[in-house]
């Protein structure tokens, strides 16, 4: 799963990163402890096919539901899914988004119990793009954007730390995927092994454990003792 990333970017250089009108009002900061039901950044294509900037709330609620409750159960789709799902389909089949972010957090039980968290980002420092569907929830006055963001089968390296991963796609998919008219077998496909060899596995501080920690101290490399470091390094 992805239950938890890093988005610091400003809105300036997201809307230029993608090619993006921005609208969203100064409603982007930096957070680098994003939890279920925080609003985030995420990019999406209005009805004329123009890139957008937006704010939305992490935690996907269907339009056709009565309440807002459950979203922070619904902050991922499973790809293998998610054409499928009663919830998400309708969204992924016309609502599609790029979701940016620094890295996500995983957590590996050591010896002894201790549970490890890992950043996972590229070692260039480049934006990643998670794959993402959205929808707007109506209550008379209320309106929220919110998203999900879709998981897949962790590929290489990645399932010694976790046996899912964010469905990732390279800049030169970020089209494809916003596109609606694409087959949706083609944009379900991880990223080559190739692209994936340039994520770091970090150790960082067990402190991103608690939502109310924010900083970037939370992802900078801390030195797990050697008798839990493992298979990762």
């Known amino acids: 799963m992805c239950g938890r990333?890093?988005?610091?970017?400003?809105?300036g250089d997201l809307s230029a990163l993608f090619e993006s009108y921005d609208e969203t009002d100064g409603g982007v900061g930096p957070d680098f402890n994003v939890a279920p039901?925080?609003?985030v950044?995420?990019?999406?294509?209005?009805?004329?096919?123009?890139?957008?900037?937006?704010?939305?709330?992490?935690?996907l609620v269907p339009h056709w539901s009565r309440t807002a409750g459950g979203a922070a159960r619904m902050i991922n789709a499973r790809a293998e899914?998610?054409?499928?799902?009663?919830?998400?389909a309708s969204s992924f089949a016309?609502?599609?988004?790029?979701?940016?972010?620094d890295g996500w957090y995983e957590w590996v039980r050591e010896t002894g119990g201790r549970r490890q968290p890992y950043f996972m980002t590229p070692v260039d420092g480049s934006v990643l793009a998670l794959a993402g569907i959205w929808s707007v929830w109506q209550s008379g006055d209320t309106e929220l954007l919110t998203f999900s963001v879709l998981t897949t089968a962790a590929v290489g390296e990645l399932a010694e730390v976790h046996d899912?991963?964010?469905?990732?796609?390279?800049?030169?998919?970020?089209?494809?995927w916003l596109?609606?008219?694409?087959?949706?077998?083609?944009?379900?496909?991880?990223?080559?092994?190739?692209?994936?060899?340039?994520?770091?596995?970090?150790?960082?501080?067990p402190a991103v454990g608690d939502v109310r920690n924010d900083g970037p101290e939370l992802t900078a490399r801390v030195s797990p003792a050697p008798?839990?470091?493992?298979?990762?390094?």
Do not use: K, N, Q
């Not at 950044?41 to 935690?59: E, I, K, M, N, T």
């Not at 899914?81 to 998400?88: D, E, F, G, I, N």
């Open 41 to 59: 950044p995420l990019v999406r294509l209005d009805p004329a096919g123009h890139r957008l900037l937006s704010v939305g709330r992490w935690g």
């Open 94 to 101: 016309r609502r599609r988004c790029l979701v940016p972010a």
């Open 227 to 233: 008798a839990e470091i493992g298979t990762l390094f």
């Open 5 to 11: 990333y890093a988005t610091t970017r400003s809105a």
């Open 81 to 88: 899914t998610v054409a499928t799902s009663r919830a998400y």
């Open 164 to 176: 899912r991963m964010p469905l990732l796609l390279p800049r030169e998919r970020w089209s494809s």
């Open 179 to 205: 596109d609606a008219a694409d087959e949706p077998a083609a944009l379900l496909v991880p990223p080559s092994a190739e692209w994936l060899a340039g994520l770091e596995i970090r150790p960082v501080s």
């Open 37 to 39: 039901t925080d609003p």
